[in-house]
């Protein structure tokens, strides 16, 4: 017979304590707060006042509601008050020593078959259990912060939890109008597994001045469509507490990527923890402020000085695929003169007839009128003929990833082009500095990576190789600003900044599903609902192409040389079988029957 939980104990008041405290008692049960420090008791009741007063002044609780739902709570500075209650569950600070004493004793005062459960995000359940006396009623029960918000429960057995807890412990998070993902008992679980790693990533490309901290954040907002950039997450999360997290981690898997990088460790010791204290990677308007203020790195207002860039009125575009006519249809749409050059004149109709098609959807939804459609229609010139781009002030090449064809391109457009024309490449993956390589003006040579499809994506990385000149930088930024797109510069190495974050992320997940772990629906589930991104690593995988994932993972294993970067076989096997995601019918999931 299932478990019916009706009183539930809460020991550790804190921010997440208190927060699931109140998920409890929204949904009418009978909640027991233990929290043994007294101020600590004082912030859990105001805590608890003032997020039911939020939620009444959004409409989502009426002031009889919220009453009744603080009224549900009884605060307490003993725990021998959980006597009676059929759950306890444990929200205490992540130290192991710490939750062992509270569970140990916690045993000793419940009745035989109350359950047990942790909060934990990355220290060992088993560990928990064996101290107790009931190790077959002890589940961690993982809940993301803020927890009346988020839906994501992580529910981790350890190899001796009875199976009918974890049934009834499921049930329960559903009754409680969560998502629960049931996995086994490692470091990070799932969500902080993938999340950290990732995050580990992007401070290190902070520290070793890649990117600045604003570039590296708002190519993953507007690159991949996540709510926060990964340094104004971990400045949300703590520094200190990012920190114990992935030595945790790294102590179980001794994956080097789960090191910490050593700027965590330098951050901490100048007491910069993030939010909490006022600074982190960013500056704030006081401790535990969202408010982001200036300080001596915030970027200049003002953007690049007229006298730093150059005249671009013309632009080429050397290819007629995808990316190439979402190119020409947004510099044509800014008012600019364009250039195209295909390979033949039926390849040329075809995008100019992609290119009407566009224009005309943009018309009938309301997002350009007839008139300005004709205009930017009539600014696109096709041609086969690489001698007309000779007047061009800037021409993009966007041809195939294939290193020796994009060479050849830029060594003809070396030739023809004028002096001081700019050349630049769309590559995602391959160097720069290769293409500038072919040519005999290397500082005229930039990245300017669109993201797909152009007219759609807001984002623009701008590559700087060791030779690009700094006017033509300054240009190619001032150029996305016409363009109203966001630039965010880097420097020449593979993945620039938003693959070189993504892809070791999502190999990640494939390892993880390689190793059975956790399913392709868990992972997705977990990373979508727990850390609010659009898409969980496996659709992602599969909308971008298995083949196309492979190529980039292994660019990036071959740069950097690091083991945890090496593609998961099971990747490499999809691909070989043919199975390469959506545009196949078959990838991660069979979408053949969809």
Known sequence: MAREFEAVG???????????????????????????NANGLDRARAHLENSTARAQARGKLTEEDAKALLGRIQLSSDLA??????????????RLELKIAIFAEVDKIVRPDVVLASNTSSLSVTELSVRTGRPSRVVGMHFFNPAPVQQLVELVRTVVTEQDVVDDMAAFARKLGKVPVVIGDRAGFIANALLFGYLNHAAKMFEERYASREDIDAAMRFGCGYPMGPLALLDLIGL???????????????NITHVPTPVFKQMMTAGLLGRKSGRGFYTYDGPDSSKVVDDAHTPKAGGVAEDQVRKVATVGVVGTGTMATGIVEVLAKAGLDVVLRGRSAGK???????????LDKAVVRGRLTEEARDEAFGRVHATVNFEDMAECDLVVEAVAEELDVKRAVFGTLDEVCKPGAILASTTSSLPVIECAAATSRPGDVVGLHFFNPAPVMKLVEVVSTISTAPDVAATARSLCATLNKHAVSCGDRAGFI???LLFPYLNDAVKMLEAHYASADDIDAAMKTGCALPMGPFELLDVVGLDVSLAIEQTLYQEFRLAGYAPAPLLEHLVTAGRLGRKTGQGFRDYSSR
């Open 10 to 36: 809460v020991v550790g008041l804190g921010t997440m304590g208190a927060g699931i405290a109140e998920v409890f008692a929204r949904n009418g049960l009978r909640v027991v707060g233990v929290e043994l």
């Open 81 to 94: 008050d959980l006597a009676d209650v059929d759950l306890v569950i444990e929200a205490v600070p992540e």
């Open 240 to 254: 200190d507490t990012a920190y114990e997290i992935l030595m945790t981690m790294y102590n179980q898997s001794r």
């Open 348 to 358: 040329n109709q075809a995008a100019l007839n992609t290119l009407k098609r566009s």
């Open 498 to 500: 938003v693959n070189a």
